[in-house]
C-alpha cells in the first residue's frame, strides 16, 4: 500500500512562517504575545500557551503589559497602520510576520490612496485581513464581498479606483464581480491580490483524491477551507474521511487498497499530518 501526502498539505507559506517565528522567539528573554491568536488552531495555540506565548486581543489589553520586556508578534493577516504605530509608540518591540503578500496589498492601497485614488476591496469586511487592508488606504476605501453589491456598487468620490481582493477571495466571484465593475462607466484599476496558496492545495488535492482508493482530509470540523477540501475529495473518491485528530482514524476501510491519499486544511499542524501519515504505513 502507498500512502501520498499533497505537497501543499496544512500551513500555507505565510502561516508556517509566522508560526515557526513564534516558536523561534519563545523560551526567549523576553515575553511574547501575539496581536490575536497566531492561528486558529487551538492544540497550536495551547501548546505556545504552554511555552510562555501570550495573546492579546486588543490595544486596550496592552496597557497591562510592560513594553520593556515584551516583544509582541503581528500575525500573517497584518494590522492597520494605526495599530501598527499605537504598538510601536507605547514602546513594544514589534515583530511583524505580515504576509509578504498581504503586505503588498498594504503598500499598493497605501500609494494609490495617496496618489490620490479611492479604494475597492473585495472581501469580508469583518475579516481581519481587510480591516487591516483598509486602515492602510489614506482615503475613500469601501468592501464589497458578492456580485449583488457590485451591481449596486457606487464610488464615493469621482476619483479613479483601484481594486484589490483579500488573498483568499474566490477566483471564480473576483472574474464576475471584475466584469460588472469594467462594463461600468467607472474607472477601474484592477489588481489581483487572491493568493494561489489556498487553489494550489485544491487542485492537488483534486488530483491525489482522483487516483486514491482512500483519501483521508485533515482539519478542524469548523474549518470552511477544510471542509470546502472534503467536498472536492469526496466527489473524486468514494472512500474519503474527515478526520480532526489521530482519535478519528479508527475508519471501515475498504480490504483492497492500493493507494492512500492525505491532504490537510490550512490550519493543521505538521506534526500531525505526519502522524497521520505514519499511523497508515504501520
Ligand atoms: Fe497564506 Fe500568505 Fe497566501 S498567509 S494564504 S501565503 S497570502
Redesign the pocket.
Known amino acids: 500500500m502507498e500512502v501520498i501526502t499533497a505537497k501543499s498539505a496544512g500551513f500555507?507559506?505565510?502561516?508556517k512562517r509566522a508560526v515557526d517565528t513564534v516558536y523561534e522567539l519563545s523560551g526567549g528573554e523576553k515575553k511574547i504575545y501575539t496581536f490575536g491568536p497566531i492561528i486558529h488552531n487551538e492544540s497550536v495555540v495551547d501548546d505556545l500557551k504552554e511555552r510562555g506565548v501570550g495573546i492579546v486581543d486588543d490595544l486596550e489589553q496592552l496597557k497591562d503589559l510592560d513594553p520593556e520586556d515584551t516583544v509582541i508578534v503581528i500575525r500573517?493577516h497584518g494590522v492597520s497602520e494605526e495599530i501598527y504605530n499605537t504598538i510601536s509608540g507605547l514602546g513594544f518591540e514589534i515583530v511583524d510576520t505580515t504576509?509578504?503578500?498581504?503586505k503588498r496589498i498594504h503598500d499598493a492601497v497605501l500609494n494609490a490612496s495617496e496618489n490620490g485614488e479611492e479604494i475597492l476591496i473585495l472581501g469580508s469586511a469583518d475579516h481581519p485581513e481587510v480591516q487591516g487592508i483598509m486602515g492602510w488606504c489614506h482615503g475613500p476605501v469601501q468592501v464589497i464581498e458578492n456580485v449583488e453589491s457590485a451591481k449596486t456598487y457606487k464610488p464615493m468620490s469621482d476619483r479613479p479606483i483601484t481594486l484589490v481582493s483579500q488573498?483568499?477571495f474566490n477566483h471564480k466571484k473576483f472574474e464576475d464581480i471584475v466584469e460588472i465593475l469594467i462594463l461600468s462607466e467607472y474607472n477601474v484599476n484592477v489588481m489581483n491580490t487572491i493568493?494561489n496558496?489556498?487553489l494550489t492545495r485544491q487542485n492537488e488535492a483534486e488530483d491525489l483524491a482522483s487516483r486514491a482508493d482512500v483519501m483521508i482530509v485533515i482539519g478542524g470540523k469548523h474549518s470552511s477551507n477544510t471542509r470546502k477540501l472534503y467536498d472536492i475529495c469526496a466527489a473524486r473518491c468514494e472512500h474519503t474521511y474527515f478526520i480532526e485528530t489521530l482519535d478519528d482514524l479508527n475508519l471501515e476501510v475498504p480490504k483492497s487498497v492500493r493507494l492512500v491519499g492525505i491532504t490537510a486544511g490550512?490550519s493543521t499542524p505538521q506534526k500531525l499530518i505526519e502522524e497521520v501519515q505514519k499511523e497508515w504505513k504501520n
Open positions: 500555507c507559506f505565510g502561516v500573517s504576509c509578504p503578500f498581504v488573498t483568499t493568493c496558496a489556498t490550512a
